[in-house]
Nanobody, 126 residues
Framework: VQLQASGGGVVRAGGSLRLSCTTSSRTFSTYATGWFRQAPGKEREFVAEISWRASATAYAASVKGRFTISKDTANNIVYLQMDRLRPEDTAVYYC????????????????????WGQGTQVTVSS
């Protein structure tokens, strides 16, 4: 499963961006999808995930209420709408796929996701 993350850019604090995760893989439609991010000098961390049927979502505490994950099931695209961005949201954002489902209420570890995209840079200026 090859994933492509796109939509990153430079935005001022308080602004918005929408990231997209696309793939040509048919099996992706049956996988949970997650977004993770990694800031310079820091470990990769969980941001949000969505179940394969889009019936369940989960968010890291740091983004809850500001970010929204969604899935266009017809076109196999997963989005991450990021609103009220803060400078501390600056990072490379990665989408990933997990054939075993979501973490069901806890923050998943990056190691629990099997397939990764190349990442897209998000920079939030103050």
């Amino acid at each position: 499963v090859q994933l492509q993350a796109s939509g990153g850019g430079v935005v001022r604090a308080g602004g918005s961006l929408r990231l997209s995760c696309t793939t040509s893989s048919r099996t992706f439609s049956t996988y949970a999808t997650g977004w993770f991010r990694q800031a310079p000098g820091k470990e990769r961390e969980f941001v949000a995930e969505i179940s394969w049927r889009a019936s369940a979502t989960a968010y890291a505490a740091s983004v809850k209420g500001r970010f929204t994950i969604s899935k266009d099931t017809a076109n196999n695209i997963v989005y991450l709408q990021m609103d009220r961005l803060r400078p501390e949201d600056t990072a490379v954002y990665y989408c990933a796929a997990n054939p075993y489902g979501t973490a069901y209420g806890r923050d998943p570890l990056p190691s629990e996701y099997d397939y990764w995209g190349q990442g897209t840079q998000v920079t939030v200026s103050s």
